[in-house]
């Protein structure tokens, strides 16, 4: 079955500008989180999704918002960019139901912001 | 607070010897522990929960409560081993996340 799918991969925005990420998860997982991952910091959680609610935030500023659509799908924005957001921004999948095996990652987009 | 602690940055040891990976995690809860993998050019992947008890291309990993690590280990590394790998740290209040480490970028030598 197809994998976490994020769209775009690669981004390069202007400081000030903003942006949206997509992400759609593997088929059945109803659970998407996202997570930042720099060389400085290294993986950082963002916020996570389950029924287009939003359960959990992470440490970021209000710049940073997300929502998650009907079917699972999830887009995250980040407003008014700055230099220090450019990172690679990870989005991962989960089911549910049962026990937890743990998150499936997509490739990930790489956001450049200059 | 939560926390998982890689003190390792980068490992380096010749193929055909032991590798261990140290992770130590630091959580009120009921630990759940995983290892992640990160093969250049490739996405994140998992490759162990401490829950399964199970050996995944020849590595291991076993929690200890007493001493609150979750170190990876195999005793034969292979070239193919090199990457980046991250121990995490499964944090459920209410809603749920996975807290990293820093990561240990592990090279094999020929």
């Known amino acids: 079955k197809a994998g976490v799918t994020q769209t775009p991969r690669y981004l390069i925005k202007t400081r000030g500008q903003q942006v949206t990420l997509s992400c759609s998860p593997i088929s059945g997982h109803r659970s998407v989180s996202w997570y930042q991952q720099t060389p400085g910091q290294g993986l950082q959680f963002l916020f996570e999704?389950?029924?287009?609610?939003?359960?959990n935030k992470g440490n970021f500023p209000g710049r940073f918002s997300g929502r998650q659509f009907s079917n699972s799908r999830s887009e995250m924005n980040v407003s008014t960019l700055e230099l220090g957001d450019s990172a690679l921004y990870l989005c991962?999948?989960?089911?549910?139901?049962?026990?937890?095996?743990?998150?499936?990652f997509g490739s990930g987009t790489r956001l450049t912001v200059v | 607070a939560q926390r998982v602690t890689q003190p390792e940055k980068l490992l380096s040891v010749f193929k055909g010897a032991p590798v261990e990976l140290k992770c130590n995690y630091s959580?009120?809860?009921?630990?759940?522990l995983f290892w992640y993998v990160q093969y250049s050019r490739q996405r994140l992947q998992l490759l162990l929960r401490h829950i399964s008890r199970e050996s995944i291309k020849g590595f291991t990993a076993d929690l200890n409560k007493g001493e609150t690590s979750f170190h990876l280990k195999k005793p034969f590394a292979q070239e193919e081993d090199s990457a980046m790998y991250y121990c995490?740290?499964?944090?459920?209040?209410?809603?749920?996340?996975?807290?990293f480490g820093q990561g240990t970028r592990l090279t094999i030598n020929p």
């Open positions: 959580y009120s809860g009921s630990p759940e």
């Open positions: 999704y389950f029924s287009e609610t939003q359960r």
């Open positions: 995490a740290l499964r944090v459920i209040q209410g809603a749920q996340k996975l807290v």
């Open positions: 991962a999948s989960s089911l549910e139901q049962g026990a937890w095996n743990g998150y499936t």
